[in-house]
């Protein structure tokens, strides 16, 4: 019985490397990976191993004859890629080992950003070089976009910060958390031109965290806010703010964008409380969505449906949550009678509405309605919320080049270019900051990869060294008066939030302070 890739898949690419058959597909180096929903597995060539489901970090592969109700459908998913695509093929090859130059054991690197991109960087540099390893995060608790960014009816796809965690205790890692990288000295920041100073080489891995904004009237009413801040929030980022919502309100959620994460906000929006109250969501979100009862959410698409962001497996997890309907509007001949009114109370619901365009918020010192042109009409849509979720941009580090117009870093073969428009020795950016925001967990591991293989060249041509002592930067940061965590914090701060999930039967409660997570890892804030 051939084992089978269900919806949770991160296109790690793990799997790939263990297939004795090379029968999961696409590969990182076939069209279409980094942008398909999942890896598949050739049902006719799979010798039933299980070396993909041992090595998957977030539990995705299961044998076919083992998929629940929910799961069995991705059976015939996996087997209709290789129907779709008569060209890939399956089947025993010969094993290449990459060529990988001596390169002095002492080298000192640097990686900011705990996030997927960060951890592939740590595990490519662990196992090609004898080099020594700080990771910094400006939060206490590591995890970046996988803390803060998945869902939380999603846990599966977290376990991928097991095998990082697994990392972090190397005796060549120390991690440094609470440690914001930034120009400001005074306000305890680490600058870029310090990490330069101390260390051989910098990876920066600090993601796109800031979101585009509609450019719309009324777009800055109460009410109204993005995805990034929406998702931060309810997966408990301190200092993360909560949508001001107002009261006896509509009952509706207007959602601007099509992409995954529009999905994944529609999804926690509409979900009943009941289900969520057993995710590890933030208890401030969980509060406010059972007393504000959000119970229809409306994704309007700029374009058609064939225009979509979103990714086949995200649609199909909206049929999945219990007790809510899924509506499809074209939009191109104006709004449906039923969405100019609020809400029908009693009934939950996810409205897609496509061929329609915001064309601004309006409301008497909140957001109560939004206006909209479905076609050539022109229509209001009473709601309570409006959520922006149409693509992000990295957030600039003064001291450091950006290319303001692409919102990222400037970078060629994962080195940051300068003005100049050459690299800068040991300074090297990956994943959606590198990149723009596109790609999942899966095309980040692959330029993580590809970026340590650029600095490993970049060492063996002797471009990438430091003069400072290795004990100088410790000196530093405590000069600097930073009050830093390593992994015995970070364990602690976890166990504390596993201790209060599991007695309200939860997988943790987070905490939402910085404060209460430097007490919980024995520490006071300085």
């Known amino acids: 019985m051939a084992f089978v890739i269900t919806q949770s898949c991160c296109s790690d690419a793990g799997c790939v490397s263990v297939c004795p058959v090379n029968c999961i597909h696409p590969t990182p180096e076939e069209r279409g990976f980094g942008t398909s929903d999942i890896l598949h597995i050739d049902p006719q060539a799979c010798i039933d191993c299980g070396a993909c489901a041992d090595a998957c970090p977030v539990n995705a592969i299961f044998p076919a004859d083992r998929l629940g109700a929910r799961d069995a459908i991705f059976a015939d998913i996996n087997a209709a890629y290789y129907r779709d695509n008569p060209d890939i093929s399956s089947g025993w090859s010969d094993v290449v080992y990459p060529q990988i130059p001596r390169l002095p054991r002492d080298l000192r690197v640097a990686i900011v950003g705990t996030g997927p991109s960060g951890g592939y960087v740590l595990r490519t540099l662990l196992d090609r070089t004898d080099a020594h390893v700080t990771v ?36 060549r890692v120390q991690m440094a958390t609470n440690v914001e990288v930034g120009p400001n000295p005074a306000a305890g920041q680490i600058t870029p031109a310090e990490l330069a100073e101390h260390f051989d080489a910098v990876f920066y891995a600090v993601g796109a965290s800031q979101a585009r904004s509609l450019g719309i009237p009324g777009e800055d009413l109460p009410g109204s806010t993005s995805a990034t801040e929406l998702v931060a929030w309810y997966n408990a980022v301190p200092g993360a703010a909560g949508p001001r919502l107002r009261a006896g309100g509509s009952g509706r959620a207007v959602i601007v964008g099509t992409g995954n994460v529009a999905l994944d906000v529609a999804r926690i929006l509409v979900s009943p409380p009941t289900l969520l109250a057993a995710t590890d969501i933030a208890d401030r979100a969980l509060d406010l969505l059972r007393r504000q009862d959000v119970h229809e959410v409306v994704i309007l698409g700029r374009r058609g449906q064939d225009s979509a962001a979103y990714t086949a497996a995200e649609y199909r997890a909206l049929s ?38 915001p064309e601004a918020a309006t409301g008497a010192g909140a957001v109560e309605s939004v206006g909209v042109r479905s076609g050539r009409h022109l229509a209001a849509l009473p709601a309570d919320l409006l959520v922006r979720s149409i693509g992000y941009r990295a957030v600039p580090i003064g001291g450091l080049p950006f290319d303001e117009a692409a919102g990222r870093f400037p970078v060629r073969d994962g080195r940051m270019l300068g003005a100049d428009g050459e690299p800068i020795p040991g300074v090297y950016a990956v994943g959606w900051a590198a990149r723009g925001s596109s790609g999942g967990i899966g095309a980040n591991k692959q330029h993580a990869i590809e970026t340590v293989e650029s600095f490993i060249a970049d060492v063996a041509a002797g471009l990438a060294r430091t003069a400072a002592p290795p004990k100088a930067f410790p000196d530093l940061l405590r000069r600097r008066r930073r009050t830093s965590l390593g992994y015995r914090g970070i364990a602690a701060i976890d166990r504390r939030e596993r201790e209060r999930g599991a007695r309200e039967g939860r997988p943790r409660v987070k905490f939402t302070d910085v404060g209460d997570m430097l007490a919980a890892a024995g520490r006071r804030r300085r």
Not at 342 to 357: C, D, E, K, Q
């Open 320 to 357: 999945t949550i219990p007790g809510v309907d899924v509506a499809v509007h074209d939009g191109a001949d104006g709004l449906p009678a039923e969405l100019s009114a609020p809400a029908a109370p009693g009934r939950r619901r996810i409205v897609f509405l496509f061929n329609t365009v």
């Open 136 to 171: 910094f995060d400006r939060l206490p608790t590591p995890g970046g976009l996988v803390r803060a960014g998945v869902a939380p009816d999603h846990p599966s796809t977290k376990d991928v910060m097991k095998t990082f965690d697994i990392l972090y205790r190397d005796p």
